[in-house]
């Protein structure tokens, strides 16, 4: 492609900005449009911008109607991803969904399907893929050094990190905490090892934080979770041990590992470790011996931590603009993301009956 990709924007709330910057730092991307249901907001988006010519809508049918163009930035809030996403690919343009990819996992599918259908790209918006660290150990695991891994644990959490607006109301957000943060938590530890297919879910979800004047400003309009915690049993016998909180009274759930046959990996999440060198660990055993090593930073570590190239958000975009042009494949393909949405909307699930459930993933073949 030698023509700048044109790119629309739909929903121009918080997180729209971190698409905008970089593709308004990119000579080859051309931002043609935008839309956001409340009247004037994308107007005010575009005009931030000096996209003064720009045009806007209060609807992404109306705009995908109008304005020609290559690719989307789904930036609503989690229950009109679906929405717009198959909206966009049945007007025959690539997308790039924010996390956490849908509310429920029936919306993944059908988005998945469209994606399909219309042979166009659905990447979903996933830009801890691109951490440094993150990098080095989905290396190492996928090297096959931990032989067989049978058990994964997720970690960290945060102790204060209610986030405000649209993510505390369900008809908006439908998850709290565990759609927001837990997504990531289940890709950082699921990609790795190839998404197995997640069989059964036995999870809590509770919101002790976000209900409590003492810790939250508006309990009244709080109405998600703040914390969960679930078993999940996968395909392949792989246990994974799933935790997140937005709020406790603890520096950390624990360390994220995988353990296998031949070795383990350990990310320590405890504030205190976050720059340590010794943050991520792999144990394993030489010649009947236990050894532990602690995995650096290779030179130069600076180099490539700057901006330019380290920013994360910015990988995400570029990757994104890049399969544009090529026409795929998908940085983070929402069929492989749908074993994620798998997960959290079982964990949705038990939580709500308070037992455990089956996980029953949608056919999504043409
Ligand atoms: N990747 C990240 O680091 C990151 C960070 C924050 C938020 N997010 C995700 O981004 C999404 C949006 O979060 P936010 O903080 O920007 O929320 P927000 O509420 O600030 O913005 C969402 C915007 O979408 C608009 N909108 C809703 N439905 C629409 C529709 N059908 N058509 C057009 N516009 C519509 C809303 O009016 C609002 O302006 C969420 O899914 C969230 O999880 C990702």
New binding site residues.
Partial sequence: MDKKVRIGI???????H?HMRPYMSYGDVEVVAA????PG??REFLDKYELTKAPDF???HEMLKAVEMDGVSV???????A??VIAALEAGVHVLC???MSFTLREAADMVVASKKAKKILTI???PRYDFWRKKVDSIIASGALGKVYYIQSGGGRRRGI?S???VDKE??GYGCL??IGCYSIDECLHAVGYPKPLTVSAVATNYFGTNPKYWPDPENFSVDDFSVALVRMEGDVTFIFKQSWAMHADSLGDTLWLGTEGAIKVKNSFDELNKPSRVMYYTDVDGNQVDSAVLASYPFDAYMAPAEGDI?YA?MRAFVDAVKTNGPAPVPGEEILHNQAILDGIYRSALSGSEVEIDIPNISL
Avoid: L, M, R, W
């Fill in positions: 739909i929903g121009t709330g918080g997180i729209s971190a839309c956001d249901i409340v907001k994308a209060e609807s992404c930036c609503t809030y989690n229950t009109t991803h929405e717009c924010e996390k956490p918006g996933f830009q986030p607006g649209t993510f908006k957000a759609g927001d958000f995400k």
